[in-house]
Protein backbone atom coordinates (compact mmCIF):
# COMPACT_ATOMS: atom_id res chain seq x y z
CA UNK A 1 0.00 0.00 0.00
CA UNK A 2 1.24 3.67 -0.80
CA UNK A 3 0.46 6.59 0.44
CA UNK A 4 -1.21 9.60 -1.08
CA UNK A 5 -0.99 12.71 -0.11
CA UNK A 6 -4.80 13.68 -2.20
CA UNK A 7 -6.34 10.41 -0.84
CA UNK A 8 -7.52 10.95 2.76
CA UNK A 9 -8.32 7.07 3.16
CA UNK A 10 -9.97 3.90 1.74
CA UNK A 11 -13.20 2.34 2.46
CA UNK A 12 -13.77 -1.05 2.02
CA UNK A 13 -17.02 -2.75 2.41
CA UNK A 14 -18.68 -6.01 1.37
CA UNK A 15 -22.30 -7.12 0.67
CA UNK A 16 -22.48 -11.22 0.19
CA UNK A 17 -20.10 -10.81 -3.01
CA UNK A 18 -20.00 -7.27 -3.66
CA UNK A 19 -16.67 -4.93 -2.36
CA UNK A 20 -17.11 -1.38 -2.76
CA UNK A 21 -14.24 0.39 -2.69
CA UNK A 22 -14.74 4.05 -1.83
CA UNK A 23 -11.62 6.74 -1.34
CA UNK A 24 -11.87 10.07 0.41
CA UNK A 25 -10.15 12.82 -0.45
CA UNK A 26 -7.86 14.71 1.39
CA UNK A 27 -8.99 18.52 2.74
CA UNK A 28 -7.10 20.82 0.48
CA UNK A 29 -4.76 22.66 2.92
CA UNK A 30 -5.89 26.26 4.01
CA UNK A 31 -2.99 29.01 3.34
CA UNK A 32 -2.34 30.79 6.41
CA UNK A 33 -2.48 33.95 5.18
CA UNK A 34 -6.40 32.72 4.00
CA UNK A 35 -6.81 32.08 7.57
CA UNK A 36 -4.87 34.43 10.27
CA UNK A 37 -6.73 32.94 13.40
CA UNK A 38 -5.39 29.82 12.92
CA UNK A 39 -1.79 30.93 14.50
CA UNK A 40 -4.22 31.41 17.46
CA UNK A 41 -5.21 27.80 17.79
CA UNK A 42 -4.68 25.57 20.75
CA UNK A 43 -4.83 21.95 21.08
CA UNK A 44 -7.01 20.35 23.80
CA UNK A 45 -4.50 17.71 23.88
CA UNK A 46 -0.60 17.13 23.33
CA UNK A 47 0.67 15.68 20.69
CA UNK A 48 3.38 14.48 18.19
CA UNK A 49 3.99 15.55 14.93
CA UNK A 50 3.51 13.03 12.49
CA UNK A 51 3.62 15.17 9.11
CA UNK A 52 4.74 18.87 8.35
CA UNK A 53 3.60 20.30 5.09
CA UNK A 54 5.46 23.67 4.54
CA UNK A 55 3.61 26.27 2.30
CA UNK A 56 6.24 28.83 2.95
CA UNK A 57 8.66 30.25 5.81
CA UNK A 58 10.43 28.55 8.10
CA UNK A 59 9.14 25.54 10.15
CA UNK A 60 9.37 25.62 13.80
CA UNK A 61 8.97 22.14 13.93
CA UNK A 62 9.99 18.79 12.10
CA UNK A 63 8.24 15.31 12.16
CA UNK A 64 8.57 13.79 15.74
CA UNK A 65 8.38 16.38 17.87
CA UNK A 66 5.98 16.26 20.74
CA UNK A 67 3.56 19.59 21.28
Do not use: C, N
Not at 39 to 44: D, G, H, R, T
Amino acid sequence: MKQHDSIARVMISREHSVVEVTLVPSPKPVLPKDWPEAEKFVAAYDGQIDRVQLVEGTSLVKRKDIV
